[in-house]
């Protein structure tokens, strides 16, 4: 166990619906990352928070937001979905901004 | 999206034998990252490396950071079934900027045979 609890487990959809994936990091770790996995792009970067604020930015789609609250929780909102959406979610969470991140059991989305 | 050059793609070896896997960038890196992930679940950090020249070993896991900072190896020795899964290196800092992004090599699937 990580200490990194995402929620929730799986998760499907229709198209065009929007949904929210939520992560609680390590106690004490003060970033949180999200990444997606998918089978053709494997794991990819999407975003990082630190101490509440965007600390950098990957590939995200403008559909896709994210935001980090002050208990250091983090939601991932992902809106007018497509079926392209569908794969693994990922949070993770460090000490600091550029430090050794570890993994939650992730997010299986499914579009349909 | 990036994406680190891993290899071999996959491999299915005798348990017992041991294991070799690599790393290539184009640029460099201020930390290297060894994953293991298991399906359904999320990857989960076997070693991390600091320095260029750096070698660390985790039990049967040796790991190294390339003198050039743009190449690392993971070798493990003496393979047993509860090895396999797929094994993903990752760069952080360096050419891509001083944050907590990783970037991932493509995996290594590895297959055990009892």
């Known amino acids: 166990d990580s200490g990194v609890t995402q929620t929730p487990k799986h998760l499907i959809t229709a198209t065009g619906q929007r949904v929210t994936l939520r992560c609680s990091p390590r106690?004490?770790?003060?970033?949180v990352y999200w990444y997606q996995q998918s089978l053709d792009q494997g794991l990819q970067f999407l975003i990082q928070y630190y101490n509440g604020e965007e600390r950098a930015k990957g590939n995200i789609l403008e559909r896709f937001s994210a935001q980090q609250f002050p208990d250091l929780h983090s939601e991932l909102n992902l809106s007018s979905l497509e079926l392209g959406d569908s794969a693994l979610y990922f949070c993770?969470?460090?000490?600091?901004?550029?430090?050794?991140?570890?993994f939650g059991q992730g997010t299986r989305l499914t579009v349909v | 999206g990036q994406q680190l050059n891993q290899s071999p793609q996959s491999m299915f070896i005798q348990e017992g034998e041991d294991v070799s896997m690599n790393c290539t960038s184009s640029?460099?890196?201020?930390?290297w990252l060894w994953y293991k992930q298991d399906p359904g679940e999320g990857p989960v950090l076997l070693i991390a490396?600091?320095?260029?020249?750096e070698l660390t070993s985790n039990g049967r896991l040796t790991a190294q950071f390339g003198i050039t900072r743009k190449d690392s190896f993971l070798n493990i020795s003496a393979s047993i079934p509860s090895d396999v899964g797929i094994y993903f290196c990752?760069?952080?800092?360096?050419?891509?900027?001083?944050?907590?992004?990783?970037?991932f090599g493509q995996g290594t699937t590895l297959q055990v045979k009892p």
């Open positions: 490396l600091y320095k260029a020249g």
């Open positions: 990752a760069g952080q800092g360096g050419g891509s900027g001083n944050t907590g992004k990783l970037i």
């Open positions: 106690s004490g770790d003060l970033s």
């Open positions: 993770a969470s460090s000490v600091s901004a550029n430090t050794e991140a570890f």
């Open positions: 640029s460099i890196f201020n930390t």
